[in-house]
């Protein structure tokens, strides 16, 4: 499994070198998988039982709202995590769909695998911890921009921030994470140009 290295290398970016057989025994609490373009990784309703790592592709992290329109609340590229953070820690349904953006390589841990990794290699807690903060930072950020930025200012903010990722991700989907419809996106950038 040629592609768990960059999962290892993840890990000692963000603690210390591991041996051989720690990197062996680590990678042995994950699935591996390759999945198709638009395949659910998760339902929402259904239990949320896999923390997933996004090798190569892409993810997105999803709802439905009351008026059918479904809402993108995060993604995941490559060397990111994604879950239903609440539902797979208390083992319980989930309130979001998670479905690949583009063909996607991850690899998966349950939460009893995931509970017995920690134990296994306390190094985890470790990793995680930082992991944690960082998402969880980040999603801070978000909602800070969310409430002080216009609309045009949180496009153009994105787009800075992160312009590999607008290129990648189909433009729907884009304008659903931002909270707009996609026409209106598309204004938004002709504007840029007139």
Not at 1 to 22: G, Y
Not at 68 to 95: C, H, K, M, P, R
Not at 101 to 113: G, K, Q, R
Not at 135 to 143: C, E, K, M, N, V
């Amino acid at each position: 499994m040629e592609k768990a290295i960059l999962f290892i290398e993840h890990i000692e970016r963000f603690t210390s070198p591991l041996t051989p057989s720690e990197k062996a025994s680590i990678l042995s609490f994950f699935s591996f998988e390759t999945q198709a373009k638009k395949t659910w990784i998760q339902e929402a309703g259904k239990p949320c039982t896999t923390l997933c790592f996004v090798l190569r592709g892409c993810l997105r992290s999803y709802y439905i709202k009351a008026n059918g329109i479904e809402q993108t609340v995060d993604f995941a590229i490559e060397q990111w995590w994604l879950t239903d953070y609440l539902a797979f820690e208390n083992q319980t349904s989930s309130d979001f769909y998670i479905q690949t953006v583009e063909p996607t390589d991850i690899l998966l841990i349950t939460s009893a695998d995931f509970k017995a990794l920690m134990v296994a290699h306390p190094i985890m807690e470790k990793y995680f911890r930082i992991i944690f903060q960082k998402a969880y930072g980040a999603a801070q950020r978000r909602l800070k921009f969310l409430y002080e930025y216009s609309r045009e200012e949180l496009y153009f903010h994105f787009e800075a921030q992160f312009p590999a990722f607008v290129q990648r991700i189909p433009q729907y989907l884009l304008a659903s994470y931002l909270g707009f419809s996609p026409e209106y996106l598309s204004e938004i950038k002709k504007k840029r140009f007139s």
